[in-house]
């Protein structure tokens, strides 16, 4: 198993309120970590919400001691109370400091265990399996239009322009307690994972997203061509991006 990330501001805004985590290596009792976190809050509260958000989660893994079975299951439940924990202490921080006040921000958190993948999310980035020729979005959006979608009331192919498209109704640091949704995703034939914020969703299609996350080159070449080519669409938000490479570099 093999990541590289990497983070953009894009070409329209004047800062980056994104940050991403990747470890291939062993974290607290979890055998790998990858997170991406896009913030928001004015005067720059949003990159101290998605930063801190990842700071908090990362000490909270590594005092954790071991866990007993370190099945998926019992991954699935530390991450998930994790993200929690994070929810909490970025929730305070914002609370003990008024210009902060009211941040918060995405959070898609995921760690392989075997061949399951071990997510917990909130918001509206995203996480993909990618297989030969094919993307899925494995989380759900966090979304005025993603719940209009569920509901039945649009069609997915309409939530893309919708004019509300861009408001969450769920993220992480806003309110003293969250519900993150967990979820096991078997990885039997899955060569790839990406985990990205919509700065890259809203600029290319899943078939681009696909096509240039499976190139057989080095994976930190490939999290630069997605971000170029995000760029090259108009750039419009900040852009992040991480491909793991399931049975190790493809290349």
Request: charged residues 20%.
């Amino acid at each position: 198993m093999y990541a590289a990330g990497q983070t953009d501001i894009g070409i329209v805004r004047s800062h980056n309120e994104d940050a991403i985590f990747y470890t291939d290596k062993p974290i607290g009792p979890l055998p790998n970590l990858y997170i991406v976190a896009d913030g928001m809050g004015g005067h720059n509260a949003g990159e101290v919400a998605s930063a801190k958000s990842i700071e908090y989660m990362c000490g909270f893994v590594r005092g954790a001691p071991p866990i007993s079975h370190g099945a998926p299951e019992d991954i699935l439940d530390f991450l998930v109370n994790a993200t929690h924990a994070a929810n909490k202490a970025v929730y305070e921080h914002a609370e003990s400091n008024p210009a902060y006040s009211g941040m918060g921000t995405t959070f898609s958190a995921c760690s392989i265990v075997a061949d399951t993948l071990v997510v917990a999310h909130i918001g509206d980035s995203r996480i993909y399996a990618i297989n030969p020729g094919s993307i899925t979005q494995l989380t759900i959006d966090h979304t005025y239009v993603e719940e209009m979608v569920q509901a039945g009331k649009i069609l997915q192919s309409e939530a893309k322009t919708h004019p509300r498209r861009n408001i969450i109704t769920r993220v992480l640091g806003c309110a003293p307690e969250i519900t993150a949704d967990g979820a096991l995703h078997d990885l039997t034939g899955v060569s790839h994972i990406l985990l990205c914020s919509d700065g890259l969703t809203d600029m290319l299609s899943d078939d681009t997203m696909m096509d240039l996350a499976s190139q057989n080159i080095p994976a930190s070449e490939r999290t630069n061509m997605l971000i170029n080519a995000a760029n090259e669409q108009g750039g419009r938000d900040n852009i992040s991006a991480i491909i793991i490479d399931v049975k190790g570099e493809v290349y």
